[in-house]
Every structure is written in C-alpha cells, then in structure tokens.
C-alpha cells in the first residue's frame, strides 16, 4: 500500500498526481478489466478525434478552403494539411517527454488532451476561403500540428500498464483491447457525418453542420482524461514508475541505446499501417472522385467495415495466444501482401468491388492491427518501454500512414489504380523483413 509520504515524495508526481493517488492509497487493487476500459476509453476518444479530421478533409474542406481548384486538387492540398499533423507527432513526443519527466503524467496528461480537443474544437469555428483568404488555410494548418503535437503527449504508458498486468498466456488478448479505440472512434465519427449528411441539405451541411462533430471532440476528451487519470493515479502504475518499467527517459538517452530497436520496431506494424488510410480516408475520397456513388454511402459501408474490424480484433487477441505475436504478425502481412494485387481490381469493379474491397481491406487491418501495439512494445526492455513505444509509434505512423491518402491518390489518378496495390505490398514487404530480424519480439511473447 502507498503511504503519504511515499506520495507526498514520488519524484514523477505533479500535484494533480499527488491528490489523485492519495484518492487510491487504500488495499484496491486495479484489475486489468479496469485498466482495459480505462485504455479503449482514451484510445476511442483520440481515434474520434483522428476521423473527425480524416473526414473533415474528403468531406468539408476541398470545398472550404480551396475552392478556386478543382475537386481532386482541392482535395489533394487538403491531404497535405492531414499529413502535418504526422509530422508533428515526434515533436509531441519530444516536448511532453520533456514536461513527464518535469511535472509528472498527469500533468502530461492534461495538458496534452486539452490540446488535442481545444485544436479539434477550434477547427469547429474555422473561416472560410471565401471569407478571410489565405488566413483560412493557415489556421487550419496550425489546428492539425496542434493535434499532432497532443497525440504525440497523450501517450500514457496504460497499454504497457494492461500488459504487463495481463496473465501469461493472455498477452495477445489484452494487447488487442487498446486498439479497438480504432474502429470504435471511426464509428462515432462516421455515424455523426453520416446523420449530418443525411439530414441537412448540402449547403446546410457546408455551412454549419461538418462542425458539430469537432466541436463533439472536447467534451470526448475531458471524459477520456478523467478515466485515464484515474488509472495513471493507481498504486499498480505508481509501483511500475518506482521499478523503472513506465518510467520516461530522455529521447537522446532512448536513440542512443535503442536506436536501432526504434528504427526496426516501426517498421513492424508498416502493413497495416499502409492498410490504415487505405479503407479509412482513401476511398472515400477517390470514390467520390471517380464514381457516382454518393459519400453517404460509401461512408455507411465503411461503417460496416469498422464493425467487421472489431470482430477481427478480437479474433487477432485469440490466435496471437496461440500461435504467438510474430507469428500473427507475418500472417497478416502475408494476407495484405495478396490482398494488394486484388485491390486495384475491386476497387475497379463498381459498387460491389469497392464494398467488397471496404470490407475485406478492414478484416486485414483488424487482424493485424490488433496486435500492433504489443509488437511495438514487445521491443523494449523495461526501461525503455514507455518511451519507446511512444516514440516508435509516431515514427510508424509517419512513414506508413501519414502521406498514404495524398501520395495513394496523387499516383492513382496520374498512373492508375494499381498504385493502390503498389502502396499495400510495399508496407507489407517492410513488416515482412522487421519480422525477419525481430527475433527478440519472440523471445518476450513466449
């Protein structure tokens, strides 16, 4: 049990840290079905906040913010303010590692989640082109490296917390539960665009309506800190800092000595990540580009595909228990790697290809995403674990993720669809090779 003093002295604590262990210095223990609630919590909330924006690009802001260009340039330069905030992320990671150390996690915490809804709430009252300009795209510029640097902070060791927690023989399941924060925060956003879409005439919607959902992304983030600060204030996640395991190290210290467990873990999870935006963002926006099926209902197919990736999820957490992490891995993706020579031509195939490719594209991710984040993770030593996972992650995400809708549709307009192909087997091939000399990854999962 924690005492007063050993509170009252606990280097890593800033006072809103101090008040809330002293709420938990009693006998409760956190089981790990509550530190799994805690963590889909605040994994669903940034994930909202991520495909409000994701949306908001295909959906809102081609026609907002570049209207004097046609609908697929417009929609390119849109893409590139997405990827900012991808850019931004590492930078997060290196300034909030830096107020961790300084003033605890849970002013980390809070700091960083007010920024991330403050920055997503702000795009709620952003101007239009037609009305101030140049000034319009500049705003929105800096709202998205807003976001990034607060999803670069909002990294707070409870996945490692729920792992480590987790029985032996369960690491697979417990590792799965954090990313369904994913699908769960894709159908939040997508069911509020959707209802917008359905029930306001398009000007309507232009006009007033795409900002709701943002300004919905605050109050999902004061929620979400609340039930992560109580986890990050328990004995268990105190104890864990006291032996080093979620304790914060300087970014210099983690690239000299891990440097290349850096480098190699984020080149892990590249085949899902690839897959990530490719039935997220990009279908959407080249559908709608290309055919004459609505956004409406690509968006509810997509939808439908968040669902099935839930499913998968779950099913990763199952088979990476007995066939091991690694393993799963690789099988995923080998499973994308096939599915990229299918892709181009499905999503060729009118209507039912392209639902059929949603569909399918979001089974892969699920499966492989599942496991993500325990891969990641699985890298580190004790010491390096926290920090690493959070900085290996915004890595991965930059590379795999963060210029796949700009780079995917750019060379699928100019060259043809099969570079969507292209794009899926390069990812894939890259977690193949990472696998090949991640041996220590299967050491830590047996």
Request: aromatic share 12%; proline share 4%; hydrophobic share 55%.
């Amino acid at each position: 049990m924690i005492s007063v003093s050993q509170v009252q002295q606990s280097p890593h604590s800033a006072v809103l840290e101090r008040d809330a262990r002293l709420v938990h210095a009693d006998d409760h223990e956190v089981a790990p079905g509550e530190i799994a609630i805690g963590v889909v919590i605040g994994r669903t909330s940034e994930f909202f906040d991520f495909f409000v924006y994701a949306l908001g690009s295909v959906l809102v802001f081609p026609r907002l913010l570049f209207p004097n260009y046609d609908a697929f340039t417009g929609t390119l330069y849109s893409f590139a303010i997405f990827a900012l905030a991808f850019i931004a992320r590492p930078l997060g990671s290196f300034i909030f590692t830096a107020i961790d150390r300084r003033y605890g996690r849970g002013s980390k915490l809070t700091i960083a989640l007010f920024l991330l809804g403050g920055s997503t709430a702000a795009i709620s009252f952003l101007p239009s082109y037609a009305s101030v300009g140049v000034e319009a795209i500049v705003l929105l510029s800096l709202f998205r490296i807003g976001q990034g640097l607060a999803l670069g902070g909002a990294w707070d060791g409870l996945a490692s917390l729920l792992a480590l927690n987790a029985p032996e023989n369960r690491r697979g399941w417990f590792a799965m539960m954090p990313q369904l924060g994913a699908p769960l925060g894709f159908l939040l956003a997508g069911g509020l665009f959707a209802f917008l879409l359905s029930s306001l005439p398009e000007k309507d919607f232009l006009e007033w309506g795409w900002r709701y959902p943002f300004f919905v992304a605050f109050a999902l983030n004061v929620v979400a800190l609340f039930a992560r600060l109580r986890l990050v204030a328990t004995r268990e996640f105190a104890n864990l800092l006291d032996k080093h395991e979620l304790e914060p190290v300087r970014i210099s210290e983690l690239l000299r000595t891990e440097g290349l467990n850096v480098l190699i873990g984020a080149f892990v999870p590249l085949a899902c990540f690839a897959l990530f935006h490719l039935v997220t963002v990009f279908p959407l926006a080249w559908i709608s580009l290309n055919t004459d099926r609505s956004p409406l209902n690509t968006l509810t197919t997509q939808m439908a595909g968040a669902a099935v990736a839930i499913v998968a999820i779950v099913f990763s957490g199952w088979v990476a228990d007995r066939i091991g992490r690694r393993r799963l891995l690789a099988i995923g993706a080998g499973l994308i790697a096939l599915f990229s020579f299918a892709a181009p031509l499905m999503l060729a195939a009118g209507s039912a290809g392209q639902t059929a490719f949603l569909l399918i594209g979001f089974a892969l991710l699920g499966f492989s995403f599942g496991q993500a984040s325990g891969a990641v993770a699985s890298r580190f030593g004790t010491r390096y674990r926290y920090t690493g996972s959070a900085l290996t992650s915004d890595i991965a995400w930059l590379v795999g993720a963060g210029f796949a809708p700009l780079v995917v549709l750019a060379l699928s307009t100019w060259f043809g669809i099969g570079a969507v192909g292209g794009y899926l087997l390069s990812g894939a091939v890259c977690t193949l090779l990472a696998l090949t000399s991640n041996r220590q990854l299967e050491i830590r999962d047996n």
